[in-house]
């Protein structure tokens, strides 16, 4: 895709945005750089004043005029703080124009300086185009019951599970209070929790007994820092330990971080995922599948618990999430 350059009313904003994408597994050879996150560089020159300035990097000089975007507006930061555990804590407005698709009219969360977009939403706009589908299509796969969210965020899995199975009940856990505090005000998991559909677990997962009675029918795993996954993510007795509050039939997901594309083989977040695939497959007897999620500007390691699914099992998902159904290979 190619982003329009327009004159001063651009934000200042780098975009990267890749190329359309093989089907999945395919070994695609992309001229971009990939990241396990939606990403956007920006610059804050004004946080406290809630304008974001910037001006749009075409990524690719050569692409239609359908992927241009005109009459770019400026986003808006609704909240800038810091914490213990994250330098930078931002939640943005993106206009609906003049950015790209997956972002338009949206809210994101912004945390550390990577530019990764940790979680994202939109009322009456769930469907991200990006890794979280995927994530949030294992509830099709599971019994009925509870879905736990390591690494809750702004709860951009819980609100995409609860636009097609509203019945759902979840449990999140998020290390840092800040992020919690500016997911219940501005993403509306205050609105969950005051409903009984969501309870928020804050600090360090790894340090509590996540078990349930009964067990969690799914536990999605989305834990990054720094743009890094968790270290305690590559060892096999962590997967033992979170599989262990599953119920019987349950499923673990996770993101793993970079996907491992050509020519990215050797870099150090796919070195690290490829690493975590591994320690599942050891906690889970083999009984490991995975995928690499291509989108137009993220490319994502997604593992999975279990045997590997045909797409039928997937049952009714939603049509925008029909790509969540097919591509994945046994470990």
Not at 35 to 40: D, G, T, V
Not at 204 to 225: K, L, N, Q
Request: proline residues 7%; negative net charge.
């Amino acid at each position: 895709m190619e982003l329009l350059r327009t004159s001063s009313t651009a934000p200042n904003m780098h975009c990267k945005l890749f190329a359309p994408h093989q089907s999945a597994y395919s070994k695609t050879k992309l001229p971009y750089n990939l990241r396990p996150h939606l990403q956007l560089n920006w610059q804050l020159t004004r946080p406290h004043s809630g304008r974001v300035q910037a001006s749009y990097q075409p990524a690719n000089p050569d692409a239609s005029e359908e992927f241009r975007y005109l009459q770019p507006q400026s986003p808006i930061c609704l909240h800038s703080t810091c914490s213990t555990y994250n330098r930078n804590i931002r939640v943005i407005q993106m206009p609906e124009v003049g950015v790209p698709p997956e972002v338009a009219g949206r809210r994101v969360l912004l945390l550390d300086h990577s530019g990764n977009i940790h979680s994202i939403h939109s009322e009456g706009r769930p469907f991200t185009t990006a890794y979280w589908d995927q994530l949030a299509a294992v509830e099709a796969l599971v019994p009925e019951g509870p879905i736990a969210v390591i690494g809750l965020g702004a709860g951009t899995v819980v609100h995409l599970i609860r636009s097609f199975s509203p019945e759902r009940e979840f449990h999140g856990w998020e290390l840092d209070p800040e992020v919690v505090s500016a997911a219940r005000r501005f993403f509306g998991l205050g609105a969950l929790e005051e409903g009984g559909s969501l309870a928020i677990h804050t600090g360090d997962v790894f340090e509590e007994d996540i078990r349930i009675g009964g067990g969690f029918a799914a536990i999605v795993v989305d834990i990054f820092a720094d743009a890094s996954l968790h270290d305690k993510l590559l060892q096999a007795d962590t997967w033992r330990w979170i599989g262990g509050a599953l119920a019987p039939g349950g499923r673990v997901i996770a993101n793993l971080g970079l996907a491992a594309i050509d020519g990215l083989e050797d870099h150090p977040s796919v070195v690290k995922a490829q690493a975590a695939l591994g320690a599942m497959r050891e906690a889970f007897a083999g009984h490991v599948c995975f995928k690499h999620w291509i989108s137009d500007n993220s490319g994502s390691t997604i593992a999975m618990s279990g045997t590997l699914p045909e797409p039928s099992e997937f049952g009714a998902l939603p049509d925008e999430l029909g790509r969540c159904r097919g591509g994945w290979w046994s470990v």
